[in-house]
């Protein structure tokens, strides 16, 4: 079964420091990625996805994201973190065939420090 | 474009009782609709998955008779919790896929925070 790993729960990263956040995930065929961000009691917002083509992926917010086969990675990174950056980030993949539907993994909570 | 919105945002309701759970996509129409769990901090499960005019399919695990849900049209799905009790307390997020759009491509909405006291 599909599986996906943050690698930790909980990363802290001073304001203007390098973010990364780290993704794992399991499949012999490559999947459709995405990571995503939830601020407090919101729903989810796309930062960025990997469908097909370019392995690295820039997405909002300063953010971008490198599909890396041979390690089953996608690392989320951003070159210098601000204070509102501080949230909780979802890697998912979705199977390209079949349902489709996402498998979440455990979320990283970035912490941002003044 | 693709927005899915959700009601209630929060509701507390007595345990015993059914609470429903409205998810609608607002600017377009949605072949296949996603429930999701969110327990306090910790991430997303899959529930079920609805496509309209269809039963639903649940996760394993997931009990069917507690978690009802319904896609009555290409927009709107529900989602009622039967005789909920606190366990059931948790984040709800729904999220739409496209019709016509890319098959992997999920909306999501902004979640409805259910206590059950």
């Known amino acids: 079964a599909q599986s996906v790993t943050q690698l930790g729960s909980h990363v802290s990263v001073s304001e203007g420091a390098l973010v990364l956040l780290r993704c794992n995930y399991s499949?012999?065929?490559?999947?459709?990625l995405f990571w995503y961000v939830q601020y407090p009691n919101q729903g989810l917002q796309l930062l960025l996805k990997y469908t097909t083509g370019a392995t690295l992926v820039k997405g909002i917010n300063g953010f971008e994201a490198e599909f890396k086969k041979s390690e089953t990675s996608f690392h989320l990174t951003k070159p210098s973190a601000h204070m509102s950056d501080a949230a909780e980030y979802f890697c998912?993949?979705?199977?390209?065939?079949?349902?489709?539907?996402?498998?979440f993994g455990t979320g990283t909570r970035l912490k941002v420090l003044a | 474009g693709a927005v899915v919105s959700q009601h209630p945002s929060r509701v507390i309701c007595k345990s015993g009782t059914s609470v429903k759970i409205e998810c609608r996509s607002l600017?377009?129409?949605?072949?296949?609709m996603f429930w999701y769990r969110q327990f306090p901090k910790q991430s997303l499960m899959l529930m079920a998955t609805?496509?309209?005019?269809?039963?639903?399919?649940?996760e394993q695990g997931v009990e069917k008779d507690k978690f009802l849900i319904n896609h009555a049209s290409l927009t709107l799905s529900t989602l009622t919790v039967t005789s909920a009790h606190p366990e059931d307390s948790s984040f709800y997020i729904c999220?739409?896929?496209?019709?016509?759009?890319?098959?992997?491509?999920?909306?999501f909405g902004p979640g409805t925070r259910l206590t059950v006291t």
């Open positions: 999220s739409a896929r496209v019709v016509g759009g890319a098959t992997y491509e999920q909306y």
């Open positions: 998912a993949v979705s199977e390209a065939s079949g349902t489709y539907k996402y498998i």
């Open positions: 600017d377009f129409q949605a072949t296949t």
């Open positions: 499949s012999s065929v490559p999947p459709y």
């Open positions: 609805s496509n309209e005019g269809s039963k639903a399919t649940y």
